[in-house]
């Protein structure tokens, strides 16, 4: 009887009061304080604001106040802007191919009213009587009585106590602390979103935040500053670039300054904040030679494309979106990021950290956070000009550009028997030329400015790894014939791996031959790592094959073999190297891309100016 009555029970449809609906729907919506944030921010930059005030109480949950200085809402729609699919930004399905607003699904503001107490007050910029009004609202209450109230042109949301009459939202929240951090977050990513707004924001009445509106490029650098904090500023690229109606530009860490998290990286999609997995596959692909194993690079990048060739309406929270030709979009940001971060040499390094050490707030290194993996001395080459990473950028020709990275100063007096030293050359290399080895690991060498440590060994794998992927690019892997063929002992599967991918790692400069059931031979190995140890070489690159298995594999991983073998081929410790080996090798860094990080993305190199070198010895203080 009971299952009958139960079933029978179940067969009954019920139309949901209209709000029950909202309160359903924001679910979706409304997760928490920062999602109200977000919605209320978003509505306020839709309205054409310049200038947003928020306040926040207890994380949010006690009061959320949005003021802004927008078009406002008149009289007659305040009471609709509450209500559910009530949007002034849509009319027709065709809108929402070329949507310029950041909301249009028209739920915010009801979902957020069926599950607090909101006020509404506004003074439109249309009112011919320049009245203002308001209308308030309360969970389940749907008497939204509109009530004449004194405000300045644009509009005021208060949101109190949040999730007030659905206690099991309010069980999912967390510290006061933790919800209040996730409402900062929000601002920051619509802050770097629109840098000609201005911003407070302040909690338990104590200012949190506070961004002026950022028209110059030095003003816009400040406020990522601000946001992101200096250190990345100082170890970021500036990028711009533009192909095919695609434009990216903004700034990407250093490889050397990279984070243990995922945790500073903002792509925006024609304004718009996204995560997207072929975004970060893409940006991810072009670290992946020069970032160190498990670290993620940091980024505020902005993707400019035509409306149309995006669809924003995907995910309710649109954090999502769809490329119309998304192949398109992930080789454009791969090769773009990927050019940039090659084009990164040892003069733009040093030509920044000069600069940089005039600034008077340089502190001791010691107190960083130890959350970056960073090498101080491999500082910023952001707005170099030598770099032509900013070729297509107005960075570099800013009249501000100035005002913050002056010129170098006046050669120093001793410098000057130092250049006498080379007088037969015309200017000194940007990495100097070499003085020493030290304990067979490093190269001490001097430059202009100052003292310049090489780790050999990295720098030269990520030498022969670049020319190898050169090489085997143009097919042009040159082999060389050993004098005696080196005979290996395997095991059998090893040794039918070499059979069955002889093919491949011909492809690979190396030639060998099964010659028993558990023996190879191996008669020739790339020019480039003719003094390799052969067997150890060949080995090495046995097992990666083994493991990646399928040929496909192989081929998706050639990179990975080519910087197996590049590691064989490069100078050991301990080997003494001869004045002129290492100023050849130096030179040969500042040819190569990427020479800043070794393959598995250490770095290669580190600079001390004798500015900084003078600190340490309190000299000239
Ligand atoms: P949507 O933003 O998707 O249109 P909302 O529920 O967030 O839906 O807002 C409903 C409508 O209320 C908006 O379309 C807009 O016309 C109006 N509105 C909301 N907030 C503001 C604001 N701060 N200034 C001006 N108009 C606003
Ligand atoms: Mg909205």
């Excluded at 921010?41 to 009061?63: F, Y």
């Excluded at 849509?90 to 009801?110: C, Q, T, V, W, Y």
């Excluded at 601002?187 to 935040?209: E, G, I, Y």
């Excluded at 971060?341 to 010691?366: F, G, K, M, T």
Aim: net charge negative; proline share 4%.
């Amino acid at each position: 009887m009971a299952a009958l009555s139960r079933a029978l029970f179940m067969h009954r449809i019920n139309l949901l009061s209209q709000r029950l609906a909202n309160q359903i729907a924001a679910g979706e919506v409304v997760e928490r304080p920062a999602s109200v944030v977000k919605e209320l921010l978003e509505n306020s930059l839709d309205s054409g604001a310049t200038r947003l005030d928020i306040d926040v109480e207890q994380g949010g949950v006690k009061l959320i106040r949005v003021r802004d200085n927008g078009t406002g809402i008149q009289k007659d729609d305040l009471a609709l802007a509450l209500s559910r699919h009530a949007t002034s930004k849509i009319k027709e399905l065709a809108d929402l191919e070329s949507i310029g607003s950041l909301g249009f699904r028209g739920e915010a503001l009801a979902s957020i009213s069926s599950v607090s107490r909101l006020s509404l007050q506004s003074l439109a910029a249309a009112a011919s009587d320049g009245l203002a009004w308001q209308v308030q609202v309360e969970g389940q209450d749907m008497e939204a009585a509109v009530t004449p109230v004194s405000h300045p042109e644009g509009t005021t949301v208060e949101v109190r106590d949040l999730f007030f009459n659905t206690p099991a939202r309010r069980k999912f929240l967390r510290t006061e602390k933790t919800e209040f951090g996730r409402i900062e977050e929000t601002v920051k990513r619509l802050a770097l979103s629109r840098f000609d707004v201005q911003f407070t924001l302040n909690h338990n009445q104590r200012s949190a935040h506070q961004l002026q509106a950022a028209r110059s490029d030095f003003e816009k650098q400040r406020r990522v500053g601000l946001v992101c904090g200096p250190a990345f500023v100082e170890n970021s690229v500036f990028v711009d670039m533009e192909r095919a109606g695609l434009r990216l530009w903004g700034w990407v860490s250093l490889p050397t300054f990279s984070r243990s998290q995922a945790d500073l990286q903002y792509f925006y999609v024609n304004g718009r904040i996204i995560r997207d997995k072929l975004v970060a596959h893409a940006i991810k692909q072009a670290y992946r030679d020069v970032l160190f194993h498990g670290r993620h690079p940091a980024y505020v990048l902005y993707l400019e494309l035509a409306p149309a060739a995006v669809d924003v309406n995907v995910h309710p929270t649109k954090h999502e979106v769809r490329f119309r030709d998304s192949r398109l979009v992930h080789d454009f940001l791969f090769s773009a990021l990927h050019k940039a971060l090659a084009e990164v040499r040892p003069e733009d390094h040093i030509a920044a950290s000069a600069d940089a050490a005039e600034a008077p707030a340089n502190q001791p290194h010691s107190g960083a956070s130890d959350d970056f993996y960073q090498m101080e001395s491999q500082k910023p080459l952001t707005l170099s000009e030598s770099s032509s990473v900013h070729q297509l950028s107005d960075y570099s020709r800013s009249a501000e550009r100035g005002q913050y990275y002056q010129p170098s100063a006046q050669p120093r007096p001793q410098l000057d028997s130092l250049a006498k030293l080379y007088e037969a050359d015309e200017e000194i290399p940007p990495l100097g030329y070499a003085i020493a080895q030290l304990h067979g690991i490093y190269i001490l060498a001097q430059n202009k400015d100052g003292l310049i440590v090489v780790d050999m060994h990295a720098a030269h794998e990520r030498i022969t790894y670049e020319r190898m992927k050169a090489a085997s690019l143009n097919e042009k892997l040159k082999m060389q014939p050993l004098l005696v063929p080196v005979s290996i002992a395997v095991s059998q599967t090893e040794a039918d791996c070499a059979e069955e991918q002889r093919e491949t790692l011909l492809g690979l400069g190396i030639e060998l031959e099964r010659v028993a059931q558990e023996s190879i031979v191996v008669r020739q190995v790339p020019t480039l790592l003719k003094d390799s140890n052969v067997e150890q070489l060949v080995r090495d690159v046995l097992s990666d094959v083994l493991e990646y298995g399928s040929s496909e594999r192989i081929q998706a991983h050639h990179d990975e073999l080519l910087s197996t073998m590049a590691c064989h081929g490069s100078v050991r410790a301990n080997r003494h190297l001869t004045i002129p080996e290492m100023n050849s090798l130096l030179r040969d860094m500042e040819a190569t891309e990427r020479s800043g990080q070794c393959n598995h993305g250490r770095p290669t190199w580190v600079y001390q100016s004798l500015d900084a070198l003078d600190k340490l010895f309190l000299r000239g203080q």
